[in-house]
């Protein structure tokens, strides 16, 4: 399956524990079809100290949500996502469209 969404995109979160919640792309997993958003889904983790005499602390990390636990917000409102095709000359080029009202993303 090939994922419409792409780093940097302004998401809202539609299934889960952190549904309502709003953040931005950091990194999309190709492989597992999941995402990173920043400020959603996120863990602590405990960090053994480095080294010798220094403090271990707790770090919170932002973990992979599902794809399909996500829609693109276009407009202050969730938008699915799809492909229209483009002539320029005798170049042909694929755009995201928003599927409700066709604007280009």
């Known amino acids: 399956m090939a994922m419409k969404i792409k780093t940097g995109d302004n998401v809202i979160v539609i299934a889960g524990k952190d549904k309502g919640k709003t953040g931005k792309i950091v ?11 920043d400020g959603v889904n996120v863990a602590t983790k405990h960090q053994k100290n480095k080294r010798t ?14 794809v399909s636990n996500v829609a693109v917000v276009v407009g202050g409102k969730p938008v699915r996502l799809g492909y229209t095709v483009e002539k320029e000359g005798d170049k042909t080029k694929k755009v995201r469209v928003a599927r409700p009202s066709g604007k280009k993303i």
Do not use: C, F, Y
Request: no cysteine.
């Open 27 to 37: 990194k999309t997993l190709r492989n597992t079809d999941q995402v990173i958003i």
């Open 53 to 66: 005499r220094a403090q271990g602390q707790i770090v919170e990390k932002s973990m992979p949500v599902h």
